[in-house]
């Protein structure tokens, strides 16, 4: 648990930091406008990631369960059982940091004191945004009930389908919804969305690895789903990229974006991370598994602890790039 809070703090450090390096951090409102308040603005990124992690251990927890911990004629062991009941909880807390921001989103975009957001309930339920937020609370919400009952593989491929839809709500009115034309507001939200998905996969499966099974097979299946993440991930994050930095812009101006703009310092830093990543995964074939195979199960914790580091910065850069201009 203190291992896990730590990773959760390096992400949240590293999205503060991107925030304010970046351009994206809240700032006081005009003399003469109320506004939600300093704090408020600052609890919607921070709920996000909070959020975010806890997908991620909801989609880990999920996915181990669906894929390498062992069922017996469609029941669930007591391994997975135990996975199912942490991805409940998991679960659970997602869903209440969804409430948090809902509520502090509303807030910051009617540009309210948090005490005045009961008056303008109204128009709040009117914003794209808090409706999305709305769908995900009770997709959590439902999808932590059914995982604290869940005992057969059937039931917990449900809850596999609901992560992903939860994953999904939120994503359909950020940077997705951009203004240029249907084509390319399409594209930016469907590749938006498998690389969100394709991450929660790979960070969550690496988290559940190293908490339910670090056996051969365990590992060397983790290995593959992380290589195909990677890929995918690569080639979404590019390509939304490219749309968020330019679209139709010609090379050199595209270019010189990832250094002149603050979005695009970040996208950079997010790169050069899932770089490290990529590097850190190559370690992983060519040392990690040859000596989980020669029976040194902990040989994989060793630098998996390190890469769940990484990645939590990683979602950190994320968290931070959705909230820059």
């Not at 910051?108 to 005490?115: A, E, F, K, M, R």
């Not at 009952?149 to 917990?156: D, E, F, M, Q, W």
């Not at 051969?216 to 991930?233: D, H, M, N």
Request: net charge positive; glycine share 12%; aromatic share 4%.
């Amino acid at each position: 648990m203190r291992r896990a809070l730590g990773i959760v703090a390096t992400g949240i450090v590293v999205m503060v930091v991107a925030l304010l390096a970046g351009g994206g951090a809240p700032q006081r409102p005009a003399d003469g406008l109320l506004g939600a308040g300093i704090a408020v603005s600052w609890a919607v990124p921070v709920l996000r990631i909070l959020a975010d992690a806890a997908a991620v251990a909801t989609g880990g927890a999920v996915l181990a369960v669906v894929l390498f911990l062992p069922a017996k004629d469609g029941m669930l062991g007591n391994k997975a059982i135990r996975a199912c009941q942490d991805a409940a909880l998991a679960a659970g807390i997602w869903a209440v940091a969804s409430i948090g921001g809902l509520i502090a989103t509303a807030t910051v975009i009617l540009g309210i004191p948090l005490s005045h957001l009961a008056e303008h309930a109204e128009p709040a339920g009117r914003l794209s945004q808090v409706r999305a937020l709305a769908v995900a609370v009770v997709l959590t919400a439902v999808l932590a009930v059914i995982l604290s009952g869940t005992k057969t593989l059937r039931t917990a491929r449900l809850a596999a389908v609901l992560t992903i839809a939860a994953l999904t709500g939120p994503l359909l009115t950020g940077h997705g919804a951009i203004d240029r034309t249907s084509l390319w507001s399409v594209l930016a939200t469907a590749s938006l969305v498998v690389h969100v998905v394709a991450a929660t996969a790979w960070i969550g499966g690496l988290g559940a690895v190293l908490r339910y099974s670090r056996s051969r097979e365990a590992v060397e299946l983790f290995s593959t789903l992380a290589f195909v993440c990677a890929v995918t991930i690569g080639i979404t994050g590019l390509l939304t990229a490219e749309i968020h930095l330019g679209g139709r812009q010609d090379g050199w101006g595209l270019i010189t974006q990832w250094v002149t703009t603050g979005y695009g310092v970040l996208v950079l830093g997010k790169t050069l991370a899932f770089a490290l990543l990529v590097f850190i995964g190559w370690l992983h074939r060519r040392t990690t598994i040859p000596r989980v195979a020669a029976g040194e199960p902990g040989a994989f914790r060793q630098l998996a602890v390190l890469e769940l580091a990484v990645m939590a910065g990683t979602i950190g850069l994320a968290v931070a790039l959705s909230r820059t201009p």
